[in-house]
């Protein structure tokens, strides 16, 4: 077994996932993630981008193949301590709010802080901080069930970003703004990552098309594709592309 190179936070080598009933979810995907990197999975519905995100993160344990997160092989790791690294290094964010009903927004913000240790007073002002950011700290005091949708969202993504996790994994976040947050948010999310050094690994189709991110690979049936872009010819229309898998 051989670590990534030193430059690779996340490295994953043909990465084969079933899921319990038996379904496929990935077919081989081997990938680098370079420290500080944003990186954008992209593919149709059911292609296996949430699985992915899934197996790099250490969600789900991998029986094939192998996902490293620095020197750490996460595929040789028990639950209790992916669980761990999970908690201190990852970030999650969900492509629906998931906040706690009995706190109001500071307080779901300041607690995966105060998790880690901090005292409530230092946890709350950089959680007040970061609703700022995104254009929700007058909503600070409110409970979840005051919220509507897209501002939980927010919250849920100020969260995520509170304890400066190394790695940052976005599942779709801004699914549920409307169009016209989408880009803002985004732009909001990778502007914060870059100046934390946070490495990020998004599905987003918003991000790539406005061109937030670093780098994107896409998947189709579980497999990495890569998109070729024919030259327009006399007999075709318009401009013709095809996936080549690789
Ligand atoms: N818990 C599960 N049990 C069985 N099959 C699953 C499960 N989760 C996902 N799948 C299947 O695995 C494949 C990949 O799903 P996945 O959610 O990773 O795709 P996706 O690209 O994220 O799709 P979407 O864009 O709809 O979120 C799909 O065929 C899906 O139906």
Redesign the pocket.
Known sequence: MEAPPDNDVLWARSLHFR???G???LAGVSLAVREGEILAVT??????????L?CLSGLVPVREGEVWFNSTPLHTLGPMRRERLRRDRFGWID?APVLVPELNAWENVALPLMLRGAGRRRAKVAALEWLERLDVGDKARKRPSELQQAERQRVSIARALVPAPTVLFA??PTAPLHHSDRTHVLRTLTTAARSHGLTVVL?SHDAVAGGLVDRSLT?LD?RRVSTLYLPDAPDTEGRAACSLSV
């Open positions: 899921h319990p009933d379904s496929p979810g593919g149709p519905r059911g292609s296996g981008k949430t699985t992915l899934r492509p599942d779709e599905t998947l579980g």
